[in-house]
């Protein structure tokens, strides 16, 4: 879902960064708010003080104010990148650099994590460089700068939601975050921008796709997905989204694939076998001692 979100992102770049993530964001809290009432109604029907504790309005309010924040300046900061005619591919490469922030955040939280993970991310890295960034043609400019800024705060979120996930209703965390996020995007689009019916009609697929299958249904997986994973190991299943753009290019769009883009893809699909296999391994061991 998120694969196909950058081509979206990328086509609805030109209605301004603050207006396309105003209506998207908007869009997947309405979509997802009745099914949090539905949610926030079946779970106090259950009389344990935990359960009161997560559907309370205060604790989802709270929770998704600080879920908002990171979201927010992540969204912006990569739609303005797109904005700035940062091709999809480069912007996907350095955004998926909170594949490496997360784990070094994990250090100063005292997170252990086990070698192949570490191997993992790196080989995930590399394997991105090779599937998103043509040979010779990475450079840094403001574009560049702006998309980096972007991953520290993507990588802060997936952070802040591991947190949150556990402590409050996921589908009611997630539609808060939107509403918040979105609200505050509307703020800046009247302020810094100048947005038109027209534009946002014309942009009208492209803002319907990020708002509904990349915000209320592949950004709500997230959170529900981080409930039983560790934020390292999160980060690195994340990153695919770079690969499946490149394949629902090739699937849809008929774009061709070169060497160095299998190569890409071969090497971050061992790095994700990497971060996985040798975990259950291990408690497989301790299971039979």
Not at 235 to 254: D, M, N, R, T, Y
Request: aromatic share 12%; charged share 10%.
């Amino acid at each position: 879902m998120w694969g196909l979100s950058f081509v979206a992102q990328s086509e609805g770049a030109g209605i301004g960064t603050f207006t396309f993530n105003a209506m998207r964001m908007l869009l997947g809290g309405i979509v997802l708010l009745p099914f949090s009432v539905f949610s926030i109604i079946k779970g106090n029907k259950n009389s344990s003080e935990e359960e009161k504790s997560k559907n309370s309005i205060k604790n989802i309010i709270i929770s998704g104010a600080c879920c908002a924040i990171p979201f927010f300046l992540g969204c912006n900061l990569q739609q303005h990148a797109f904005f700035l005619n940062l091709g999809p591919g480069k912007v996907g490469f350095i955004t998926a650099l909170y594949m490496v922030l997360v784990p070094i955040a994990g250090l100063f939280m005292k997170q252990k994590l086990h070698f192949n993970i570490w191997l993992g991310v790196f080989m995930g890295v590399g394997g991105l460089y090779l599937l998103s960034v043509p040979a010779g043609g990475f450079s840094i400019g403001s574009g560049e700068l702006i998309a980096i800024c972007g991953a520290f705060a993507f990588a802060a979120h997936i952070l802040v939601i591991d947190h949150f996930c556990k402590k409050v209703n996921n589908v009611a965390l997630s539609c808060a975050q939107y509403l918040i996020a979105g609200i505050a995007s509307s703020i800046l689009m009247f302020i810094f921008e100048e947005p038109s019916f027209e534009a946002i009609k014309g942009a009208g697929v492209e803002i319907a796709y990020a708002g509904i299958m990349s915000c209320a249904v592949a950004f709500t997986a997230q959170i529900f997905g981080q409930k039983y994973t560790e934020p390292a190991i999160a980060s690195i299943l994340l990153c695919l989204e770079s690969v499946f753009a490149v394949l629902f290019g090739w699937l849809l769009l008929h774009e061709q694939l070169s060497s160095r883009e299998l190569i890409g893809c071969a090497i971050m699909f061992t790095a994700i076998i990497l971060t996985q296999l040798p975990g259950e391994w291990f408690k497989l061991k301790r299971k039979e001692k």
